[in-house]
Every structure is written in C-alpha cells, then in structure tokens.
C-alpha cells in the first residue's frame, strides 16, 4: 500500500515544495557543492561513450540516440523514485527532507539572476571585454565581438528562455509527478543541452534527444508565457503588450517553445529580441521579436529579473495549489 501511496505522491509535502524553493532563493547553486545535474551529465557522457561503439552508420546513431535518452531519463526517474520509497519507508520526515532537496536542485532563480547580475556588474567594472567574457558563461553564441547593447540583448533573452526552461517546467512536472518525475525533466533537458545539435556529430546521434526536449517543453512555454504576462500585469510593466507580441510573435523563433516566453518578456519590457548572432564563428539570423520601443539599457536587465522572479513566484503558488489539491484527490 505504501508503494501505491508513494507512486501517487501523497508523500510528497507542499512544504517540501517550500523548503526547496526558499533554499534555492537563497543558496542557488554552488559550483563546489556535488549536484545531480552534474551526475546527470556525467551519465549521458558515460552512455554516449558506450553506444557510439555500435554507432557506425547513420542509421544506428540514431537508434542509439534514442536509447541513449531512454535509458537516461528511466535510469534517472527510477532512481529518484527508488530513493524516494527507502526514505519514506525509513522516515517520512527523512522523505521529507529528499524531497526537499530535490526541489533545490530542480530549480535556478537564484543562479539566473545572479548569472545575469554578473554581466551587468562585469560591463560596469570590467567593460565591454569583462562583460562579454562573462556572458560567455551562459550563452552559446561568440561573444567575442559583441558591442554594450548585444550583450545587454544577449543576456536579457537568456532570463526569459530559462525562466521556461530552468524553473516553470520544472514545477510543472513537480506538479504532475513530484520530485522524481522534475529530475526525469531535468534529465531531458540535459541531454538536450548536450547532445541536441543539428551539427555533424550530433544530428543523428542526438535528434531524439532534441525531439522529446520539444515534446516536454510544449505546455510549460506556453504556461510559461501566460505567467509572464501575468507577472507583467502585477509589476506594473507593458502586460497588454505582452500578451499581444505573445501570440503575433511567439511562433516566428526557431524552436517551437522558446519563443512563447521570449516574445511575453519582449513585449513587457518594449524590447526587440533576435536579429543575427555567430555560432562558432557562423552568423545565424533569427526573426525580430517584439518591438523596438526602448533600446537595451543596463535597466534591462534588472527588469528581466524581477519579472523572472515574479513568473517564477507565480508558478510557486500554482504548483502549491496543485500538489495541495493531490493530497486530497489521490
């Protein structure tokens, strides 16, 4: 019966929930602390290494795409969930405790702000090469010849893409399946950020990977979005703006997901995303989003945290509701 109870996630507490958000707010995510998204990565690395030995032709590199991210994502899924039933079977305030700290690890609000507080403080001490060098750290594209007002552009639309990607489909998933069904997220997400590439060595290897990242990412984007614009509306920003460049320009992005939130965030702040950016000394040009009602400032990017932090309070309160609903329900 207590499996049953466990696969229902009564178990998991809302204020596990709390616990872990409130650490993560203040903690965020030390470099030296161990953390199960290293792990995750260091088995994907692991797994690439042993399938790519019976990889030799197109068409095995992409089976061996899609075992290796059907192996990660139930080996990750299980495990937590396997840790999750010892703990309660040893204590459920032990489980509650695990539960917790997966949360924390769940989630970035605190490292993606300080992250994007860390160009803006390198571009005022540093200048332009300190805050290039800096945005380096959580952009793919060359950085190397960006002027203030890219960098600033860069940085801005990275808070809004992870705002979907590292903290409102985290919390969806926590809210369908608790802590165990948030990492196997995690572990789609990793996977995609590390092997779902349309280069040479990946595009068959790693298009499975980059196919169910998509997949999961369809309804948190688009949640995402609708909370942004309702976090618009609560900071006093542009939220009939937002809403309005959402649904003209959320579908123009490259990625069928990323340009729900990109476009939300855009038309709250009166910025314009997009234009031509180099990978790996390639230019790709990208679709303008949003319109060019103010130019890129140093207040951008305050502005893109707070409504970050308050999209990401906002889906806080609703996982709460639903997991608050579950123990009632299940």
């Given amino acids: 019966?207590?499996?049953?109870?466990?696969?229902?996630?009564?178990?998991?507490?809302?204020?596990?929930?709390?616990?872990?958000?409130?650490?993560?707010?203040?903690?965020?995510?030390?470099?030296?602390?161990?953390?199960?998204?290293?792990?995750?990565?260091?088995?994907?690395?692991?797994?690439?290494?042993?399938?790519?030995?019976?990889?030799?032709?197109?068409?095995?590199?992409?089976?061996?795409?899609?075992?290796?991210?059907?192996?990660?994502?139930?080996?990750?899924?299980?495990?937590?969930?396997?840790?999750?039933?010892?703990?309660?079977?040893?204590?459920?305030?032990?489980?509650f405790i695990v539960s917790a700290l997966f949360v924390w690890a769940g989630l970035s609000v605190k490292s993606l702000g300080a992250e994007a507080k860390g160009v803006l403080t390198a571009l005022e001490t540093g200048g332009i090469e300190a805050g290039r060098k800096r945005l380096s750290r959580i952009v793919g594209r060359d950085t190397g010849a960006l002027d203030r007002k890219e960098v600033l552009r860069a940085t801005?639309?990275?808070?809004?893409?992870?705002?979907?990607?590292?903290?409102?489909?985290?919390?969806?998933?926590?809210?369908?399946?608790?802590?165990?069904?948030?990492?196997?997220?995690?572990?789609?997400?990793?996977?995609?950020?590390?092997?779902?590439?349309?280069?040479?060595?990946?595009?068959?290897?790693?298009?499975?990977?980059?196919?169910?990242?998509?997949?999961?990412?369809?309804?948190?984007?688009?949640?995402?979005?609708?909370?942004?614009?309702?976090?618009?509306?609560?900071?006093?920003?542009?939220?009939?703006?937002?809403?309005?460049?959402?649904?003209?320009?959320?579908?123009?992005?490259p990625s069928p997901n990323s340009g729900v939130i990109e476009a939300a965030f855009a038309g709250a702040l009166g910025v314009r995303f997009g234009g031509t950016s180099s990978y790996n000394g390639v230019p790709s040009t990208k679709p303008f989003i949003g319109d060019a009602v103010h130019s890129f400032e140093d207040s951008s990017i305050k502005s893109s945290i707070r409504l970050m932090g308050m999209t990401a309070f906002l889906m806080l309160l609703l996982t709460l509701a639903a997991r608050t609903a579950a123990i009632f329900v299940l």
Avoid at 61 to 81: D, N, Q
Avoid at 162 to 181: E, K, M, Q, R, V
Avoid at 207 to 230: C, E, K, Q, T
């Fill in 1 to 95: 019966m207590r499996f049953l109870e466990l696969l229902n996630l009564v178990p998991f507490s809302p204020a596990a929930l709390v616990l872990g958000y409130i650490l993560d707010l203040v903690i965020g995510d030390p470099e030296r602390l161990p953390h199960p998204i290293r792990w995750i990565g260091n088995l994907v690395s692991a797994l690439e290494k042993k399938l790519r030995k019976f990889a030799g032709t197109p068409g095995r590199e992409r089976v061996a795409g899609v075992l290796l991210a059907l192996l990660t994502v139930s080996a990750v899924y299980c495990l937590i969930f396997l840790l999750l039933f010892i703990s309660y079977e040893v204590s459920p305030i032990l489980c």
């Fill in 156 to 253: 801005v639309e990275t808070v809004s893409e992870n705002t979907s990607d590292g903290i409102i489909a985290p919390l969806f998933y926590l809210a369908l399946g608790g802590p165990a069904l948030m990492m196997a997220y995690k572990a789609v997400n990793t996977l995609d950020s590390m092997v779902g590439y349309k280069n040479a060595k990946y595009k068959n290897f790693g298009w499975f990977s980059a196919r169910l990242d998509d997949a999961a990412n369809y309804i948190p984007s688009r949640l995402a979005g609708v909370l942004a614009v309702s976090a618009s509306f609560i900071l006093g920003y542009n939220w009939k703006a937002s809403a309005r460049i959402m649904f003209r320009d959320g579908g123009k992005h």
